[in-house]
């Protein structure tokens, strides 16, 4: 089975940054897309971020300019890179993926595979 595994949150100050991974497992599709979601307490899950096999990336406007994210295909991990990190980015981060590129990345129900979260917590 195909197996997502996300790591990298903790506890950073304001203006801080933090690298969060999603390592796939059994994932070897030539078509995908990947995506990194959170979801703060009591609020719905929202997208970040994804990356298709094409290489076109996508952002949310509330990170855009502040995160990246990136892949090592040789790896199989997709990176998020998250810098200038303010309160509101406090989240359980979640990577998701699907093997299918054209899809409408920032709906939860276009991926098939999830990861547990990753937690990250700015401090002001």
């Known amino acids: 089975d195909v197996q997502l595994q996300a790591s990298g949150g903790g506890l950073v100050r304001a203006g801080g940054s933090l690298r969060l991974s999603c390592a796939l497992s059994?994932?070897?599709?030539?078509?995908?897309?990947i995506a990194w979601f959170r979801q703060a307490p009591g609020k719905e899950r929202e997208p970040i971020s994804c990356i298709t096999s094409a290489d076109h990336t996508y952002y949310a406007d509330s990170v855009k300019g502040r995160f990246t994210i990136s892949s090592d295909n040789t790896k199989n991990t997709v990176y998020l890179q998250m810098s200038s990190l303010e309160p509101e980015d406090t989240a359980v981060y979640y990577c998701?993926?699907?093997?299918?590129?054209?899809?409408?990345?920032?709906?939860?129900?276009?991926?098939?595979?999830w990861g547990e979260g990753t937690l990250v917590t700015v401090s002001s």
């Open positions: 998701a993926a699907t093997d299918r590129r054209r899809i409408l990345w920032g709906l939860p129900q276009e991926y098939d595979y």
């Open positions: 059994r994932f070897t599709f030539n078509d995908y897309a």
